[in-house]
Nanobody
Framework: QVSVVESGGGLVQTGGSLRLSCAAS????????MGWFRQAPGKEREFVAA????????YEVDSVKDRFTISRDNAKNTVYLQMNSLKPEDTATYYC??????????????????WGQGTQVTVSS
């Protein structure tokens, strides 16, 4: 049975930092990659960052590059998103996603296999 559980969201002022965590239980599956998406009210879910499980290759969207860093702990089946220099436009519900197949990182939500319940990040101005 697969489960994906996020934690670490909260309220922070502009310029502040948060670290999100996501622990995955993959059951009989092998994790290929894990990623973070976010969705603001009235907007579509958008890709933020992802990392492969073998090799640790990562990719962050341009709007968060140099501010957000994705990392993983294979032994704990956990992925992290360190978010620095937060801006009000980063306010959203952040979702963790797991993918069990594929050779490259993908940014389309429909191509990911399992999702967490989301964690709210609010950045006040």
């Amino acid at each position: 049975q697969v489960s994906v559980v996020e934690s670490g969201g909260g309220l922070v002022q502009t310029g502040g930092s948060l670290r999100l965590s996501c622990a995955a239980s993959a059951g009989a599956f092998s994790i290929n990659s894990m990623g973070w998406f976010r969705q603001a009210p009235g907007k579509e879910r958008e890709f933020v960052a992802a990392i492969t499980w073998n090799g640790g290759h990562s990719y962050e969207v341009d709007s968060v590059k140099d501010r957000f860093t994705i990392s993983r702990d294979n032994a704990k089946n956990t992925v992290y998103l360190q978010m620095n220099s937060l801006k009000p436009e980063d306010t959203a519900t952040y979702y963790c996603a797991v993918r069990f197949s594929g050779l490259v990182l993908v940014v389309t939500p429909a191509q990911w296999d399992y999702w967490g319940q989301g964690t709210q990040v609010t950045v006040s101005s």
